[in-house]
């Protein structure tokens, strides 16, 4: 059956299939976006090491601006170890002393024997990596070995 | 990866894939000079490592005790508590 088809409806035809074509565009453009992003490397693991008497700040580079890292830390030849969890806006490190676990706020590596600290706290995630600030409580001596994740996402 | 250290020694400034300019960096932070410190391959480092000579090992908590045991024993033997 013919259906008669007035101006105005065909014009409103023409442009409904006009927004579909847009619509099946754009999904089509954000298939391939997302296609794109899911292929991007989102993680680095890295090895790190850091002499123990010694306070300061080491930059470490990235190839992106991580959203979050974890960072296991032993001292050498010894059964000192730490495990620290950073985002954007908190870091936690739970260490152990002898002979018991212990959490610290606001650093991602603390090595303690006892009686010395070696702790360091996450500072200034840029898109080129992050540093970390070491700082020394009576005289921690020997090396730290750092392995480190981090992690980042698409977007800002 | 590469062993920013100072120099002669196996202390590590700054142990890592970083780039130099980074190690260098890196150093300044801790107070040490460009002329203070090297930049050691793994393998350069490893060699040096192996001449250190090894610390004596700290007794672990078991043989801490079995000394303190061992010291009380003979005190009480010998009549000195």
């Given amino acids: ?156 | 990866m590469k062993y920013c250290v100072i120099k002669n020694t196996i202390k590590v400034i700054d142990g890592s894939e970083n780039p130099i300019e980074i190690m260098l960096q890196n150093a300044q932070n801790s107070g040490f000079t460009e002329n203070e410190i090297e930049i050691l391959t793994e393998e350069e480092y490893r060699a040096r490592k192996e001449l250190e000579p090894i610390p004596p090992k700290e007794p672990t908590t078991e043989e801490r005790l079995e000394l303190a045991e061992s010291a009380i024993d003979f005190l009480i033997m010998n009549g000195g508590m």
């Fill in chain 1, 1 to 156: 059956m013919k259906k008669v088809i007035d101006g105005y409806a065909r014009s409103q035809a023409m442009a409904a299939l006009s927004g579909a074509g847009r619509a099946n565009d754009l999904s089509s453009q954000t298939t391939q976006s997302l296609e794109t992003h899911k292929a991007e490397s989102m993680s680095y693991v890295l090895e790190v090491t850091r002499d123990m008497s010694l306070s300061g700040i080491q930059t470490i580079t990235l190839p992106f601006k991580a959203k979050s890292i974890i960072i296991r830390a032993v001292k050498y030849d010894t059964i000192q170890d730490s495990t620290g969890f950073v985002s954007t806006n908190v870091q936690h490190a739970q260490y152990y002393m002898p002979t018991k676990y212990r959490l610290l706020p606001n650093y991602a590596v603390a090595l303690n024997d006892g009686v010395n600290i070696f702790k360091g706290n996450v500072i200034n995630i840029t898109e080129t990596g992050f540093g970390i600030n070491w700082e020394r409580t009576g005289d921690p001596i020997g090396t730290a070995w750092l392995l480190i994740l981090a992690i980042t996402h698409g977007g800002v």
